[in-house]
């Protein structure tokens, strides 16, 4: 699956997109030969971003260039795919023959959605009904951060933005649900630093993403620790408050399958020697729900999907590869889903139309009659 992900993200996604632009908007344009001949390659050359991060320094999954270069590549992206998506809407006549405003309607498109992709996150506040919480847990606060993907788009600034509103919530525990970076520790520890000041009472925790593997995971580990966060690979801590004790585990990330020492998720081990006690995952993919109910678990939190990144389009897709599972609160196999659509965004695609970013609140309740998992409000 990974495998056929990657040649649909680079190869084929692109060349589908170059062929529908040409085919469906520039040549009813009739702009004669040599300039359809530019104007197809500018489509080519705005599809071919993983060429130009190869090309200009770092790889496909992230680059080594200035921020506005890698935002300006990223825009050109957006733009192409946004004119591909147009181009075969009906009516066709229609479309061709205002082919120019649409051009210029993808590449407003194409900028909103860049910024709403690099912007700092809003706090969505929830709460969340778990049956078996300890009664000293009731009103326990955990604010969830996924998918930062620090990178040349989303960099110091950014991060410090992330850690002052998460810092603002007072949370309990803090949840780092993985894609923390993109990049090795050397280009991007810099830009990591403010995570140190983030502040709750119980610590903040994380588990791994597939860009930690795509980034060196290995390296990256101890720099995670030197900067306050926790990494449950496949391991779990105690929590105790008075009497009661909760139980959070981590799976690494099914990327790891195959690198170094790395085995992949694995449930069992993560709660091996636990307590009887509720258990809350942080699994970075929202998947394997029906595995995890058989050892305990009653609460999970993943990233992973970015929402699908632009509402309704991808929906199908990204629900085909996760189990069903997009955004918001899932209830399947006696477990509590809360799938974010992450606070950042990957530079190889920063562009979220109709999803927007998050720092998620969840604010635990004991089960009771009448209280249902959703939305409280937000803060900026």
């Known amino acids: 699956m990974a495998f056929l992900l990657h040649y649909l993200i680079f190869y084929i996604g692109p060349f589908l997109s170059w062929l529908i632009v040409t085919c469906l908007l520039l040549l009813p344009m009739r702009m004669g030969r040599w300039r359809l001949a530019a104007a197809s390659a500018l489509v080519a050359a705005m599809l071919a971003r993983g060429f130009w ?16 270069v890698c935002n300006a590549l990223g825009w050109g992206y957006s733009m192409a795919l946004i004119l591909s998506v147009f181009a075969l809407l009906p009516p066709y006549r229609w479309w061709r023959v205002r082919g120019g405003a649409f051009i210029l309607s993808a590449a407003a498109l194409a900028g909103w959605g860049s910024y709403e992709s690099l912007r700092v996150p809003e706090v969505n506040r929830y709460e969340v009904s778990v049956p078996g919480l300890p009664a000293s847990f009731d009103g ?29 919530c007072k949370a309990d525990l803090v949840c780092v649900t993985g894609d923390i970076v993109d ?56 929590i105790t408050n008075g009497a009661d004790r909760v139980a959070v585990g981590g799976v690494l990330d099914r990327a790891s399958i195959g690198r170094g020492r790395w085995t992949g998720p694995d ?48 929906n199908a897709l990204v629900a085909s590869m996760n189990e069903g599972h997009v955004s918001g609160f899932y209830h399947e196999h006696g477990i509590t889903l809360y799938v974010t659509p992450g606070a950042g965004q990957w530079a190889g695609l920063p562009l979220r139309l109709g999803v927007r970013s998050e720092i998620a609140e969840l604010t635990l309740r004991a089960a009771r009659d009448g209280l249902q998992n959703g939305r409280k409000g937000n803060a900026q």
């Open 53 to 68: 991060f190869q090309l200009l320094g770092g790889n496909m999954y992230y680059p080594s260039i200035p921020a506005f």
């Open 183 to 238: 990049g090795s520790p050397e280009e991007r520890m810099d830009d990591l630093k403010p995570l140190a000041d983030l502040k709750a009472r119980w610590g903040v925790l994380g588990c791994s993403g597939n860009h930690e593997f795509y980034s060196g995971y290995e390296r990256w580990l101890p720099h995670f620790l030197q900067l306050g966060v926790r990494m449950l690979d496949n391991a779990h801590v105690v």
């Open 267 to 314: 449930v069992a081990q993560a709660f091996e020697g636990a307590p009887a006690c509720l258990r809350i995952l942080l699994s970075h993919r929202p998947i394997d729900l029906a595995e995890n109910s058989l050892h305990g678990v009653r609460l999970q939190l993943s990233g992973h999907t970015h929402g699908a990144a632009v509402a309704w389009l991808a």
């Open 140 to 168: 326990m606060k955990i604010v969830q951060v996924s998918d930062l993907h620090c990178s040349p788009s989303l960099r110091r600034s950014y991060i410090q933005g992330v850690v002052d509103r998460v810092n603002a």
